[in-house]
């Protein structure tokens, strides 16, 4: 009989996978905070109290 060629298998491609590509994550840009402009308070004018002379009755 007619031995009945034994075929080898073709080996099933063993693909490398396509590495999904690692992406670098884009920073979130830290932002400098605004400084919430510290503003010099206004110095709430000390008045020089007008002093009333008390008429001095003799």
Same mark, same amino acid.
């Given at each position: 009989? &007619? !031995? $009945?060629? +034994?075929?080898? #298998?073709? !080996? @099933?491609? @063993?693909?490398?996978? +396509?590495? =999904?590509?690692?992406?670098? !994550? $884009?920073? @979130?840009?830290?932002?400098? #905070? +605004? #400084?919430?402009?510290?503003?010099?308070?206004?110095? @709430?004018? &000390?008045? $020089?109290? +007008?002093?009333? #002379? =008390?008429?001095?009755?003799i």
């Open positions: 009989p &007619t !031995p $009945t060629e +034994t075929l080898a #298998p073709t !080996p @099933t491609e @063993t693909l490398t996978p +396509t590495p =999904s590509e690692t992406l670098t !994550p $884009t920073p @979130t840009e830290t932002l400098t #905070p +605004t #400084p919430s402009e510290t503003l010099t308070p206004t110095p @709430t004018e &000390t008045l $020089t109290p +007008t002093i009333t #002379p =008390s008429e001095e009755v």
